[in-house]
């Protein structure tokens, strides 16, 4: 059971181009929007869409595989784990902000996409 806890699974389309960081030592981080689309019938039958959008980081191999493959429109699936972390702005806010960290991706459909 405790591989249920803090489990992410999402497929849908980047919003945006990754970006890619590559960190003093070398590693590499790659942040990207996804967008995931939920269908179903309001109260009076007509169909409707809402679209979440979901703030995902990876790093190490996983963001040199999205450097490589992954650009803006193209579906891909995550699997990963929900991260929360705060900091605080220069007016001294604090704010907080959840991602999901990929640990894998799965490349649906083709490149040229």
Do not use: C
Request: glycine letters at 8%.
């Amino acid at each position: 059971m405790s591989t249920l806890k803090n489990h992410v699974q999402l497929i849908g389309n980047v919003g945006q181009e990754p970006t890619i960081t590559i960190l003093e030592s070398g590693k590499k981080v790659a942040r990207l929007s996804l967008a995931t689309n939920e269908h179903y019938k309001n109260a009076k039958g007509e169909n409707q869409t809402e679209t979440n959008w979901h703030t995902v980081v990876a790093w190490g191999k996983t963001a040199e595989i999205i450097e490589k493959f992954v650009a803006k429109g193209k579906e891909i699936g995550i699997r990963g784990k929900l991260k929360t972390r705060s900091y605080e702005t220069e007016d001294g806010n604090q704010r907080y902000v959840t991602e999901v960290v990929a640990e894998e991706i799965l490349l649906i459909g083709t490149k040229s996409e």
